[in-house]
């Protein structure tokens, strides 16, 4: 009993004299804090948007502890920058800190920036000044660049409209173009909030534009979430649509990129990149597309489901990094409406053994297709008068799948389609398929 009763003793002085040497605090202008980063820098944001959260740690490695007199904001309250420092918020400064020696801080950092009234990215700065017992004074900078934008929750187009905007447009619900009217875009960025998208009734003709998920920030410091997949729902086109034109064009990061049933639709120089569900879904429509790039989609890059198509000068990629249980590159059968394909000067590849599918799902329902100086990855077809001057790839092939393209950052899901020289694809007659910058 007696050598526990010592035993019990010897632990309580331990601990008195680790919380006694814990408790020991220098004035000494030569003990500082350790930052983790010195700059704490956001993404471009919305004005008016409020950022997402950033932390890092204060850190103490001197031998004594240190107290910090006031931390604050260097410009308070007018650069829309808010800080917490170890649970309690500077409003507009905190006072009385303890950062024990070998002990931390953590600090929490957020931003809703002004307008700026300018048509560019503006700088937005401000300090967070740390001012100690000793008098030193430590700062962390704080930087974000704000960006104004039009913002709408729902946008009805009910009469011919043109929108054209050096500023961004960022949709919280969805644009809907009703009967009878066109929606022509030109020149203009579209930011989608999540569950956000179009619904074409009318007709919607787009030139130079680009549709595209609202998230400026990252999921990690490597990643971008313009990188990440289902970002907003994507385009819809409805059967009584007609005419559709988007030239020039981008669509990324959406669910089902662009969907179109009984309809007509043009797509020239545009890409779609990045869908959580199908690049361009077509049924029972008139397609034609030039000079297109559609890659990275969980379902098919490109599905018609009884359309008559034209492809030409296409590079289909499947390259979904997120699912192994990825659709097609081309996809394509008829129903109870015939199917028409042309498909001419394009490149369809992926990680897959076979990326095309073809198949006659009624046999009394016409299926008629045409296959001319393409590349694509599936099995052969005898040459014939429908399958002319094809190159066949296969996984024995000494250039196949991604050797095809410049970049394919698989690790940080960067992706440059534009075809390298080393390419089959580049020296034969498809030659330079378009890509964008």
């Known amino acids: 009993m007696i050598r526990r009763l010592f035993f019990f003793l010897f632990l309580i002085a331990a601990v008195l004299t680790a919380c006694t040497d814990n408790d020991s605090f220098s004035s000494s202008s030569g003990n500082r804090l350790s930052m983790e980063e010195d700059t704490i820098s956001f993404d471009t944001l919305f004005s008016t948007v409020p950022s997402s959260t950033r932390t890092f ?19 308070g309250t007018q650069s829309g920058y808010r800080v917490n420092v170890d649970g309690t918020y500077l409003d507009p400064v905190g006072t009385d800190f303890e950062v024990r020696k070998g002990d931390s801080l953590l600090v929490f950092v957020e931003v809703t920036t002004h307008e700026t009234y300018s048509d560019s990215p503006q700088l937005i700065e401000d300090n967070l000044l740390l001012t100690l017992e000793s008098g030193v004074e430590q700062r962390v900078n704080l930087r974000a660049f704000s960006w104004d934008a039009l913002k709408f929750e729902k946008l009805t187009i009910s009469r011919d409209t043109l929108i054209e905007s050096r500023v961004p447009i960022i949709i919280y619900k969805s644009i809907e173009v009703d009967s009878d009217v066109t929606l ?3 020149n203009t960025t579209f930011y989608f909030h999540d569950g956000a998208g179009i619904d074409v009734c009318g007709q919607l003709v787009a030139d130079s534009c680009l549709f595209r998920g609202d998230r400026l920030d990252r999921m990690f410091d490597y990643l ?10 994507g385009i819809y086109i409805a059967s009584s649509s007609k005419g559709n034109i988007l030239n020039n064009c981008e669509i990324r990061n959406a669910v089902d990129a ?3 049933d009984s309809t007509t639709l043009q797509l020239t120089q545009t890409v779609i990149h990045n869908s959580s569900g199908a690049g361009l879904s077509a049924r029972h429509s008139k397609v034609t597309l030039s000079y297109c790039q559609l890659t990275n989609t969980y379902g098919d890059c490109l599905l018609l489901e009884g359309c008559d198509a034209v492809v030409d000068h296409c590079t289909l990629g499947q390259f979904y990094p997120f699912s192994a249980n990825r659709g097609y590159a081309l996809h394509f059968f008829n129903t109870t409406q015939p199917l028409k394909l042309r498909c001419t000067n394009t490149l369809a590849t992926g990680y897959a053994d076979d990326v095309v599918l073809g198949e006659a799902k009624d046999t009394t329902v016409v299926y008629d297709l045409y296959f001319a100086n393409c590349l694509l990855r599936t099995d052969s077809v005898a ?5 002319e001057r094809n190159l066949w790839e296969t996984p024995k092939d000494s250039v196949q799948g991604k050797q095809h393209f410049r970049v394919i950052d698989e690790e940080n899901l960067y992706y440059d389609f534009t075809i390298d020289s080393i390419s089959p694809a580049y020296s034969r007659s498809i030659g330079r398929i378009f890509q964008p910058e």
């Open 224 to 233: 971008p979430y313009d990188r990440i997949s289902g970002q907003w729902e």
């Open 57 to 75: 740690w204060i850190h103490n490695h001197s031998s004594d502890g240190i107290r910090i007199r006031t931390a604050r904001l260097e410009r």
């Open 258 to 260: 662009l969907v179109c």
């Open 383 to 387: 040459a014939s008068e429908r399958f």
């Open 184 to 186: 022509t875009i030109r």
